[in-house]
């Protein structure tokens, strides 16, 4: 079966190596032999840290998708619009379609389905949510059954790399940053990474095939970890908190609530002791209750697994059919199903400020401990819906301090 690879960075260097260099059993096992013919990349003469015939190389994806020898287009670049018609495009062409692109999944999902479903082909993205764990499959396969009515989880490799170095080893959030880029595990521009786009995203593609309706990752709350300081990390380890950037979506009779944010948990959670590049992932189903799902969400070798076991289904004719659907007609409930006690820091050494802070605080939380020095308020309060607590945060914002807070998590 010949193969169109979109993509030669951290998951397509991936795949070509898993597919060229016999790694893992599948030659063993597989019906046909996989060979990938023509590889897209943005800049031929790039050094590259993988060896590949230059004339495998193109940098016009119409040569791959017009390509009547080509039966499966693998898709991993990170954008969005180029990499949506180039799979538009091959499966019109009647070509299956297997990506790791999350961004496109998630706002082209109910498009892509339907295309995949006219022309007969399939429309594989497993690495697309959870990196190497196999989080689509369990999902399909559990929703055959259960009605699905929670998902949570650490959904980023790279900022879950990022507080587990920071609260572990005191390393500081740029130098993690930069670690995380150089082992392949943030996004091109990491700012999807930390603004929480990445997480929603992947958020948007679990909740819209559990609860059946498209929940675009516009529609989901979400707050960005790069406000985190050293000081905060201090302050969960005496508290003897760990914090985590959590996903988490609920479906209550027909209205969905979605939030992305940073929370605190105590080292009994699971959760807490999820470190690294790992993810994990919970399902709630009516019947099966509680199902969690562990491993590495990002980096080369987890996610070009993950691609490269979506190709075997293609290869091994065990054509998955596309069961999903997304007919349900919901509303979006925002975050005000999410509560909980709250981790407040502002900074501040102007005794206006600090005036107008203390001030609202006492506005929306009657009790609530404080503790301050020179130039730091820290807050803890009693149990607040998320919504009215992001409103206090966004007018302390507006008087023009720093401030970082988290929910935890109970
Ligand atoms: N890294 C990870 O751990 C994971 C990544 N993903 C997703 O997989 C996809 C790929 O990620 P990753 O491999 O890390 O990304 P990289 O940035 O490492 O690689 C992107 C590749 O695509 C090529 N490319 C990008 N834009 C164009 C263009 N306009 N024209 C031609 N070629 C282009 C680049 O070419 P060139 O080499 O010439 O620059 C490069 O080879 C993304 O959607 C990402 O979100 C999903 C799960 C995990
Ligand atoms: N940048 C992403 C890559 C995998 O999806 C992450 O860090 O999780």
Redesign the pocket.
Known sequence: MKIGL???????SGVYEIINHQKGHYFATSKEEAIITKV?????N?I?NINIPDKLLV?N?EEIVNDDEIQVVIC????IE??YSCMIQAMNNGKHVI??????VSEYMDILYKTAKQNNVSFLYE??VG?GIPIITSLIQTLRINQIDEIKGILN?TTNFILSKMTDEGWNFADTLKKAQDM?????DPTADIDGS?VSRKLSILSSMAFGSHIKDENIYKRGIKEISEADIDMFNDLGYVLKYLAHSKLEGNKYYATVEPVLLTNKNIMSNVNEEFNIVSLNGNIIGELQFYGK????N??ANAVVGDLLYIINNDFKKQEITLEQQLENGGNIAFEGKYYLRVDTNDHDQFTKVIDLVDEFSKKKKITFNSSKIYVLTEEIKANIFNKLVDKINAIGVNSFYARIYS
């Open positions: 979109l993509g030669l960075g951290t998951v397509g897209m990349v943005r800049d031929i790039k590259r940098t994806f991993v670049m990170g954008g180029l990499e990506t790791a692109n999350k961004a496109v690495a697309s990196g490799g392949g595990f943030a996004e091109a990445d969400g990002a980096g080369k987890a996610t």
